[in-house]
């Protein structure tokens, strides 16, 4: 069963997924994170975590290196289908470079490191935010042009336009 929490009761701007079925790292997660105004989502496996990312549109997650129904690897490989995939950040107690070099080079966002450091958790998971707008930006670019009207030649110059996805969509 996926759960809802609003971190400082707003209507966050970053959608985030906890996917973890161990209640001490939530808890600990949900305090990091409390008072950004992220919008923060609970998953216990990755069967649950999927529904989130399509039903509630997750740009970040936040997940435990083993869930009941596989590993962060699964979580990572099954978001591969996903057209605007979130970002992934796993978190572990056993974090070293070993572990980092991994998940990066398996399509992770980042790792972050059990007992969580309030600052690194905001920090990356607004990083792993930013990355993921930038992406989707540049795939509503390609794919959603923004319709503007041809600029018109004033005096055979050419206006200056926004870059391609310069533009919030």
Known sequence: MIERFSCAGLQAPVRVLAATPNDRHFRALESAVFGTGWSLFRSRNIVEGLSAVINHQIEVIFTDCDLPDGT???????????????RV?????????????????????????????????????????????????????????????????????????????????
């Open 72 to 86: 962060w690897m699964n979580m990572i490989e099954s978001l591969r289908a996903c057209r605007n995939a979130p």
């Open 89 to 169: 950040i796993v978190f572990s107690s056993r974090a070293d470079d070993r572990l980092w070099m991994d998940v990066l080079e398996r399509g992770g966002y980042d790792l972050v490191a059990i007992p969580f450091d309030r600052a690194e958790v905001v920090r990356t998971g607004y990083r792993a935010w930013l990355s993921w707008q930038k992406k989707v930006q540049g795939l509503r670019s390609v794919w959603f042009p923004a319709e503007e009207p041809e600029p018109q030649r004033i005096g055979g110059v050419r206006p200056r336009t926004r870059a391609a996805g310069g533009s919030r969509l």
